[in-house]
């Protein structure tokens, strides 16, 4: 730890994708800054999944503007581990003023000055602005409900990494967006007894008519939808790119031998509960999918794109035993299962960041990233401006706004009047004097 005060323009917190996508932007713009990161570059890429991650996105489409992938075939997915390569080549590429293994302790407003004083565990740091760019994947969240058992491993999908991780037995996975069905996928093909809790979900085709889903929202516009649609903020979306990326299909899973159920609702006794709202929740999914078919094929028909039809696309599976007569209790123990697997999401966790910048919920109060607190930013959060926001490109555009947010307040702080303007010419004009006579 140092005692000098170090002093920045713009502080920068994280430098995962949201951090790197800063700093390119304000290098371009010519702000100073600095960002700091408590362990690595892209860390919960390294870390912070389980061993077989890929992206969601194909490699064409999940990248910034400035570099491609040219080890991954454009149409397939990158490993988590190339991903968190692939942005610490591009900060080194234009050498972002990153600080690693650096942490954030307190970022406090000064009073009767301008900025933030910023506590961290390598010493002090005055900021004129910070940019909160942790991103959303913050906090896990094990909802309340979970059993206090101990015959039981309980973990967070944050904490997953393999099925060798787990001890022998069946295995509950609480939670069927992207996470949840990839791991209890990697779970089933490793030959554990799997139950699957599903609830309210949309589920895309991977790809159709020879275009990966990721290009269909993008040319129907759904990426820049603005806001999200009323009473679906507890709806996940179930996609994957392993094993080359596929079509999620949960009756597909369940004529595989895994067992589907609806929400889990508590336990008791050793008896865990579900809602009766599987069959609901499959439908509402289906309904997704095929709105997305429709619409596909009438961009097609409109535009007269000579693309592949593809009419198997729109066959599923039958009704499975667990769906025709969905289980609504089962008794742990005489289940064989021994792991809960909570893939129920993350909360945001912004305790070091002591400003007014917050709602009662302790939501980030932001117009596109720009806080409601003068001089403080946040990037990386879902629908920061619109659906895509969240997405690797969807970053870098987001944070292009940020950063152009900034270097606009940087020229209205720097205007001097008429009276300023004066008095700097007169101190010009004495030093080129003085250097005169010296001379």
Known sequence: MTTEIIKTDTLVVGAGQAGVAMSEHLSKLGVPHLVLERSRIAERWRSGRWDSLVANGPAWHDRFPGLEFDDVDPDGFAPKERVADYFEAYAKKFNAPIRTGVEVKSVVRNVGR???????????????????????????????????????????????????????????????????????DELQR??????????????????YRNRDFCWWLGVLGEWDQAAMKPGREHVTIAVSGAH???????????????????????????VVTFKQDLRDNLKRGDENYLALLDAADAYIERNGLDLPEEPEARETYPDPECVKNPLLDLDLAE??????????????????????????KGKPQHQRGVSSEPGVYFLGLPWQSRRGSSFIWGVWHDAKHVADHIATQRKYLDYKDAEQREAALHSTASTKAAGTVDA
């Open 244 to 270: 080359g990326g596929r079509t999620i299909d949960f009756r597909g899973l369940a004529h595989r031998g895994m067992t589907l159920v609806g929400v889990t609702e508590s336990f008791n006794n050793g």
């Open 335 to 360: 289940a064989g299962i021994t792991s809960i697997i909570w893939a129920t999401g993350f909360a945001v966790d912004y305790s070091w960041l002591q400003v007014a910048a917050f709602d009662d």
């Open 114 to 184: 301008p900025g933030f004083t910023v506590e961290t565990s390598e010493g002090v740091i005055e900021a004129s602005r910070v940019v909160a760019a942790t991103g959303p994947f913050q906090r896990p969240v094990i909802p309340p409900i979970a059993p206090q058992d101990p015959r039981l491993l309980q973990i967070h999908s944050a904490d997953y990494r393999n099925p060798q991780q787990l001890p022998a037995g069946a295995v509950l996975v609480v939670g069927a967006g992207s996470s949840g069905v990839q791991i209890a």
């Open 190 to 207: 490793s030959g554990k007894q799997v139950y699957l809790s599903v609830g309210a979900h949309d589920r895309p085709p991977r790809a």
